[in-house]
């Protein structure tokens, strides 16, 4: 039997629309058609339909959120992705997701509680990493920066160029800021009293 298309999925998922227009899961159905199509327009309208008809559809509010982001709406991701995880606290994309919308919106604290969550959910998540990284570098801490991102390279994420270079800074700024040790020494210039030998 032969695959069905991209064309071909999306005429069956509108069908389906069409015979059941209140039906949420079909709207999220067309979504998801015109998201794998890369049909990103159609996919958002289609998604906020089917949360409008079902406010409680997690799933449609998680695509939502991603197909917001990919069109460079993050007001609008970090609206949908925030849904999505105050209904699915332990959905881990909503919460990288929600990361990546504070991320473009300059909120380096608000990117830096997403990442923690999503590495509660998955320690290993390279990209989670990476991420609190970038949230750790941008609030001036780059110690932790470099342990996230050294763990990120690890799990097989690699940091920009961009990133290495504004991390080695932060590292030299931090390091010539830490006050230098006292060295002692004698202003006399007279010598000190011998320690006596022992017999």
Known sequence: ?????????IERCQAAV????ESAVAHYNLGLAYQKAGRFRQAEEVYAKAVELEPELTEAWVNLGGVRLHLWDFDGCLEASQMAAEQRDDLLVAHYNLGQAHLY??????LLACMERVLEIDRN???GHYHAA????ALGNPGSARRHAEKA???GHRPTPDFLKALDKADAKAAASKPQP???FEIT???GPEKEKEE
């Open 1 to 9: 039997m032969k695959a069905e298309t991209r064309t071909q999925r």
């Open 18 to 21: 069409d015979a059941k227009p």
């Open 105 to 110: 919106l300059n909120h380096p604290d608000d």
């Open 125 to 127: 998540h390279a990209a």
């Open 134 to 137: 970038i949230a750790q570098l």
């Open 153 to 155: 390279s690890t799990l």
């Open 182 to 184: 006292v060295q002692m």
């Open 189 to 191: 210039g007279q010598k």
